[in-house]
């Protein structure tokens, strides 16, 4: 098995402004494995917010297991799973691995690998992201995205409570009755902000809530769930398998948001989808700062089970470019997959890519 790697850096068509800070570029990690003919691909999105990583410690964590790589096996889903889970690696490397060896697999196998993994749906559509702005300056993009047929909308709060209940109802004038609004606050709000938005923001129309409170506050969680109007998702308050199954026993979540940088990849969060769905908790699946690799290798697992009902997949739109082709093409917010074996991405230039030295 050989590997190479790049580091990818996209700029953002605008900045993106979240509570927690403001986005200019994507960047991120593309691996590419090799098997003889047969290659697969992945890409490890870093988070040092909700990970507690940095794109120096995934290249150096990737350094350290490249002998291990060289050995892995990708001769089934269980085999990648037990491969990845056992590395000694920083969470997006692990996904970028897992992520490529099913690629491979699905290859080897002759088939894509939204089908592979179940096929359960042919297309979704994706919402699109509002980062903070004024009002009015919200309202006036949520109509520009309207244009190019969106129709879901999450916007990004948590900065200011009253300025936040602001946002959301100036968005809904301009929008008008029909398109759906979700709200995410990124951890923003004291627990008292949170039940006073809530209430106020119900008048609106709100679909869910993602992330009210500090991603430990599970308690807290649980008692604002049950006082609020609205369904509350949790996105950073869930990353692994093991926390998801905590936020279902405190009865914290009516969704649970997975992220394949957070869970450390495909086969991990199949197992969030299975506790949340025998927990009667809904999924969504969202996303860092992917290129098209990424988002593909998300929208696979969404088309693949039935307890994911929420779309959060739009990095790649908002980047000037998506870097790969094929894979899940967005027509507007809706995505369709390829055809092709496994992810079904390419690369068709490397302009955007610079090799990192990982021998």
Not at 31 to 47: K, M, P, V
Not at 163 to 177: H, M, S
Not at 184 to 194: F, Q, S
Not at 335 to 341: A, K, T, V
Request: aromatic share 6%.
């Amino acid at each position: 098995m050989e590997i190479e790697a790049w580091i990818s850096e996209v700029p953002l068509v605008e900045p993106l402004r979240i509570a927690p800070g403001t986005s200019y570029t994507q960047r991120s990690i593309i691996i590419r494995l090799r098997d003889g003919d047969l290659e697969g691909w992945g890409e490890a999105c870093q988070s040092r917010r909700v990970l507690g990583e940095t794109m120096e410690d995934a290249l150096a964590s990737l350094k350290k297991i490249i002998p291990a790589i060289k050995k892995a096996s990708y001769e089934s889903i269980e085999a990648i799973h037990e491969f990845t889970e056992g590395l000694d690696a920083t969470p997006s490397i692990k996904a970028a691995l897992n992520i490529a060896l099913l690629d491979m697999y699905s290859k080897s196998q002759k088939r894509p690998l939204w089908k592979l993994l179940g096929g359960y749906r042919e297309s979704l559509v994706t919402d699109v992201t509002i980062g903070i702005m004024e009002p009015e300056e919200m309202a006036q993009r949520a109509l520009k995205f309207a244009e190019r047929d969106f129709t879901i909308f999450k916007l990004k709060l948590g900065e200011n409570p009253e300025k936040d209940i602001e946002r959301v109802k100036k968005v809904r004038d301009a929008l008008g009755e029909g398109p759906t609004i979700r709200v995410d606050a990124n951890e923003g709000w004291r627990y008292e902000d949170a039940v006073r938005v809530i209430n106020r923001i119900a008048d609106y129309e709100v679909e869910l809530v993602e992330q009210p409170l500090r991603h430990d506050m599970l308690h807290e969680l649980k008692m604002l769930r049950r006082e609020s109007p609205i369904p509350i998702a949790l996105d950073e308050s869930v990353r692994t398998p093991g926390e998801a199954l905590r936020a279902v026993e405190e009865d914290a979540a009516d969704i649970i948001n997975i992220k394949l940088m957070k869970s450390r990849g495909i086969t991990p969060a199949i197992r969030i989808i299975a506790i949340s769905e025998t927990a009667g908790v809904k999924n969504m699946v969202g996303c860092f700062s992917e290129t098209r690799l990424g988002i593909t290798a998300t929208a696979y697992l969404a088309q693949a089970y039935r307890n994911v009902y929420y779309y959060d997949l739009d990095c790649d739109i908002l980047s000037i470019d998506p870097v790969f082709r094929g894979g899940s093409e967005p027509e507007g917010p809706v995505r369709r997959p390829s055809q092709g074996y496994g992810l079904g991405v390419t690369l068709p230039n490397e302009g955007y890519l610079r090799p990192a030295k990982i021998v």
